[in-house]
Structure formats: structure tokens, C-alpha cells
């Protein structure tokens, strides 16, 4: 157990770690991607939802 916690150690430092610039230039891609599939499947989901309105009998 200890041996495996010190390899996990040993590879942790040899990960390359984004500098700040990076990782907020990130964030906000992420961000604004989960925004606009948020809302691209909203409008999708509107308009369907509309469409089963105008079928009659319901």
C-alpha cells in the first residue's frame, strides 16, 4: 500500500501542469461550450415540443 502511494507521488510530479493563463483560457471554453449545448438543446426541446402541440387530437 505504501509503495503504491509512493509511486502515485512519483508520477504526480512528473505531470506538466497547465499554468494559470492556460487553465482560465479552459474554464471559459468550457464554460461557454456547456452554455451553448445547454441551450442549443433547449430550443431544440421548445421546438419539438411545439410541434407535438399542432398535431391534432391532442
Known sequence: MFKFF??????????????RKELTRYTITVISTVIFVALFFT???LG????????PGR
Do not use: A, F
Not at 6 to 19: A, F, G, L, T, Y
Not at 48 to 55: A, M, P, T
Open 6 to 19: 509512493s509511486n502515485v507521488s512519483s508520477e504526480m510530479k512528473k505531470v506538466s501542469w497547465p499554468k
Open 43 to 45: 430550443v431544440i426541446d
Open 48 to 55: 419539438i415540443s411545439e410541434l407535438i402541440r399542432l398535431i
